[in-house]
């Protein structure tokens, strides 16, 4: 009687346990079928030189501002977030908590990547170059990361530019 008793109380504290504190290796790595959404693209200022959609002469505009923006199958906003482009003009943005289930769907149909800010007051108009102003879809490359327990599938936007305010006046003889 007594040993079905330090069973039960045993018992008891191992689901306790289990409750409270939940297994590290489950939070620790992620499932073999999670696969994380990249999304990667540039950020240039560009020319004087040249206007429209050009980036003939442009520049990459390092720590300006992109939003990602996912809405759902009616319209409602489901996913928003501001990246950083590095030193080098390039943005690289896991879309955290956007997770697919299988490298075979698609959830990001709704997902668009729009200009939010420059860091240079010489260079802050947001052009619609490559869909910046309207907002850029995501384009798959057939791009991935994989790692021990990571896999991402990255997709692209982009390039992005801004432009100056102020252009010199030249003429052109």
């Keep these: 009687m007594a040993s079905k008793q330090l069973i039960l109380v045993a018992s008891s504290f191992l689901l306790i346990a289990l409750a409270f504190f939940p297994s590290t290796t489950a939070t620790a790595y992620p499932s073999k079928s999670e696969v994380h ?15 429209g959609w050009s980036l003939t002469g442009a520049t990459p505009l390092p720590s300006a501002k992109v939003s990602v923006v996912c ?4 319209g409602q906003v489901g996913y928003y977030k501001t990246f950083q482009a590095n030193a080098n003009g390039y ?24 200009l939010a800010s420059s860091p240079l007051h010489k ?18 490359e057939g791009k991935s990361h994989t790692s021990l ?17 102020h252009c010199p006046y030249t003429t052109h003889h």
């Design 37 to 51: 959404v990249v999304v990667e693209g540039m950020v240039y200022c560009q020319s004087c030189d040249y206007s």
């Design 71 to 74: 809405k759902n199958n009616i």
């Design 91 to 114: 943005v690289y943005a896991e879309l955290e908590g956007n997770k697919m289930n299988s490298v075979m769907d698609y959830p990001l149909q709704n997902c668009l990547v729009k």
């Design 123 to 140: 260079c802050n108009l947001a052009t619609n170059v490559n869909f910046g102003l309207d907002g850029a879809h995501l384009r798959s």
């Design 149 to 165: 327990n990571y896999k991402a599938v990255i997709y692209a936007a982009g390039p992005l530019a801004f432009r100056p305010a």
